[in-house]
């Protein structure tokens, strides 16, 4: 909404999309809408980890002038992408493990009771 009314003033349209960020975190932790919690807390760290990268992204506008300290921030940027992302492998690695496990041990059990 803030492109269409102020097309000139990114620190604007910068701070809008960080406050709808913070607003949807505050909205997903006080109001839990998904049935799992494990799905309520995968929600609250995906928009936590975008609120974040909107802020490095923030830092490359005019508002940050050092082109040394942007070069930083970039490597920051990319290290807490993979950083999140490595993490969201190691999780679902290990939910889909415990899965596996839990349907074997209900084959185990059958395949005992059957004998």
């Known amino acids: ?61 005019d508002w940050l002038f ?5 070069h930083q921030i970039g490597y920051s940027a990319v290290g807490f992408v993979l950083f999140h992302l490595f993490g969201y492998l190691v999780i679902l690695f290990y939910l889909s493990l415990r899965v596996k496990i839990r349907i074997f041990r209900i084959y185990m059990h059958r395949r005992k009771s059957c004998l």
């Open 66 to 70: 050092d082109a040394e300290i942007k």
């Open 1 to 61: 909404m803030s492109i269409l009314f102020f097309p000139e003033a990114f620190i604007l349209h910068f701070f809008t999309l960080i406050m709808s960020g913070l607003t949807k975190i505050i909205l997903l932790g006080s109001q839990m809408p998904f049935k799992s919690s494990s799905h309520n807390y995968a929600e609250i760290i995906d928009e936590s980890s975008i609120f974040i990268v909107m802020y490095h992204m923030f830092c490359f506008t």
